[in-house]
């Protein structure tokens, strides 16, 4: 498998159902952040990705107090992979509609065609989010921008999962059995494809790690690492399977991503080190083992490092957090069944 490929599996991303919206211009919606988004959907901390498919029309996305801004032709998904607040819109609208004020009743009006807007220009949208570990997507989503756009109509490939998506949401509006299960499968197809987009569009002399992947020689090493973490790899045999020599792929590595492989692998490791404490009861002699240390001590230092806090005391509070996001408000208990749009 890709690097790409290895890192999605491995972040254990969770597709949400979609929403079928068409509005007419002028017309305006806020988006709240992601933070506040997390509420209505599943319990537990999870960092959340907004993102829109335009099936019709045009629009503009824009996060919230930036300069961050795109236009949008159909056939476009416009991602928030950092969970921003934005706007989207058409025309000059007299005001912006406010999600963040109807949450409840944006989340519990279903899959049915949502229509609004001054009564011009028609689009149209199907919407979604991705919700995944917020400590291990850290890994590739750090590098990218807080809006970014691709389209997948300029393909045979992408024309059928876009039309793949705004049937099946169609059928969820007619509540047909099991349409929520195959949107769930098909939003998470269509987000990987839009990575997968971003990161073959990058220019050549982009850095980050999707860049990184990209590059054949450190996208094979990433691969190797994602793949494998708990084996026991040196800048040797790390280079002996990539072929290419020891310096060769240090210096690539430190190029894209800034730091050298191995300072890479131990920072993923201890992420995995992260979740495991966060969602197993597995002792943590284990789970050092599990993520490639062969003791205890030296885990328990490197943890320390990372997070500031040694490796019980991580859990205790995560353990904590988790427990106050089940009790929370009853938020969580919504049906997640309308992202935000």
């Known amino acids: 498998m890709d690097a790409l490929s290895e890192i999605l599996q491995s972040v254990q991303l969770e597709g949400a159902v979609f929403y079928n919206a068409e509005f007419t211009a002028p017309w305006g919606f806020r988006s709240p952040p992601a933070c506040d988004v997390a509420a209505f959907l599943r319990k537990g901390p999870r960092h959340v990705i907004i993102y829109h498919l335009l099936t019709s029309g045009r629009a503009q996305g824009e996060v ?11 056939g476009d998904i416009v991602v928030f992979p950092h969970g921003d607040a934005h706007i989207l819109s058409n025309g000059s609208p007299a005001r912006i509609v406010d999600n963040a004020l109807h949450l409840q009743e944006v989340f519990a009006q279903g899959l049915t065609l949502a229509r609004d807007g001054g009564g011009g220009e028609s689009s149209r949208f199907v919407c979604g989010y991705m919700e995944c570990d917020p400590q291990l997507c850290k890994m590739f989503l750090g590098g990218l921008p807080p809006v970014f756009k691709v389209n997948i109509r300029n393909d045979v490939g992408g024309q059928w999962l876009e039309n793949s998506i705004k049937f099946s949401a169609g059928e969820a509006g007619a509540n047909r059995a099991g349409s929520h299960a195959v949107l769930a499968r098909l939003s998470e197809a269509l987000f990987a494809e839009t ?36 084996h026991p790899w040196t800048i040797a045999n790390l280079a002996q399977r990539v072929g290419v020599s020891r310096s060769v792929l240090a210096e690539r590595f430190r190029h894209f991503l800034g730091e050298p492989p191995m300072k890479y692998l131990s920072r993923w490791r201890l992420q995995l080190a992260a979740r495991m404490l966060a969602s197993t009861s597995f002792s943590v002699a284990r789970i050092s ?25 991580f859990r205790m509070k995560s353990r904590s957090a988790r427990k106050g996001a089940f009790s929370g408000n009853g938020k969580g208990d919504a049906k997640a069944s309308a992202p935000l749009i």
Do not use: C, I
């Open 195 to 230: 990575m997968r987009r971003y990161m073959s569009d990058l220019p050549e002399q982009q850095t980050g790690w999707f860049a990184g992947a990209r590059d054949p020689e450190v996208g094979a090493a990433l691969a190797h690492m994602h793949r494998d973490p708990d």
């Open 64 to 74: 919230e107090h930036s300069a961050h801004r795109v236009d949008l032709v159909p």
């Open 289 to 313: 083992g599990d993520v490639g240390y062969e003791s205890e001590p030296a885990f328990n230092r490197a943890f320390k490092r990372e997070f500031g806090t040694p490796p019980a005391r």
